[in-house]
């Protein structure tokens, strides 16, 4: 959030905060993904899925505009790499999705998430302690 004082921009949320809504979005599309598979366990000849955040996220440290004509990078923080897993069947209907898998990273994402919360709530209390001044 910005906000324009005196002629100034003002920016009221650090780069944390902006990180943190980045990476909940990630969990949340994460959450998605993995109810989806859990969903199709029994579909045959289903695919599991998987997204990926570690590829977007160095994708757009490296990908920097460095002329007025580039074209401007469509890679934004917020559309992730899904990818289907193949390679793979763990049932006799050639679904490959491994419950106890998913069933683990959704415990993982959900952990992830609570974190991801518990932090951002941190970083708003520390804003209404300055609001306040100090108290």
Not at 15 to 22: G, K, M, V
Not at 80 to 108: P, Q
């Amino acid at each position: 959030m910005k906000k324009r004082i005196g002629g100034k921009t003002l920016n009221i949320f650090d780069r944390t905060i902006t990180q943190l809504e980045r990476s909940l979005d990630y969990s949340a599309s994460k959450n998605k993904v993995i109810a989806h598979n859990i969903a199709n366990v029994d579909t045959p000849n289903y695919k599991a899925k998987d997204i990926a955040f570690k590829s977007v996220l160095e994708g757009k440290l490296l990908a920097k505009k460095t002329h007025t004509k580039h074209l401007p990078f469509k890679n934004e923080m917020n559309h992730f790499h899904l990818t289907t897993k193949t390679g793979t069947m763990y049932n006799h209907n050639k679904n490959n999705v491994d419950i106890d898998k998913e069933m683990s990273e959704l415990a993982k994402n959900q952990i992830l998430y609570q974190s991801l919360i518990d932090r951002l709530n941190g970083k708003f209390s520390d804003l209404q302690t300055v609001i306040r001044g100090g108290n």
